[in-house]
Nanobody, 120 residues
Framework: VQLQASGGGLVQAGASLRLSCAASGITLSQYNMAWFRQAPGKERAFVAALRWSGTTYFADSVKGRFTISRDDAKNTAHLEIISLKPEDTAVYYC???????????????WGQGTQVTVSS
């Protein structure tokens, strides 16, 4: 199983980004998946989750700016971020698990992370 995160970069505050998480070895539509982020000097934190059924969950700090979705044809999940802020700077990780997890970090499979840096 492999989760390949991509789409990060260096952007200015107010910009938008779309992160992708391409899965191989599992069918994402049968898994719960999530995005977490780890800012410098901080612990990894939950950002957004998408149940296999389509239900979404977001951390309070990102509601209204982050959207999580899944492209079943491409077996890829996305995290779309608008109105980026410097405090969004972090390494973003995608994760997947066949059951449970949701907002906790008890996911079985993890991607390698993609860096998002937001300049003010």
């Amino acid at each position: 199983v492999q989760l390949q995160a991509s789409g990060g970069g260096l952007v200015q505050a107010g910009a938008s980004l779309r992160l992708s998480c391409a899965a191989s070895g599992i069918t994402l539509s049968q898994y719960n998946m999530a995005w977490f982020r780890q800012a410098p000097g901080k612990e990894r934190a939950f950002v957004a989750a998408l149940r296999w059924s389509g239900t979404t969950y977001f951390a309070d700090s990102v509601k209204g700016r982050f959207t999580i979705s899944r492209d079943d044809a491409k077996n890829t999940a996305h995290l779309e971020i608008i109105s980026l802020k410097p405090e969004d700077t972090a390494v973003y990780y995608c994760a997947a698990s066949s059951a449970g997890a949701i907002t906790s970090d008890k996911y079985r499979y993890w991607g390698q992370g993609t860096q998002v840096t937001v300049s003010s």
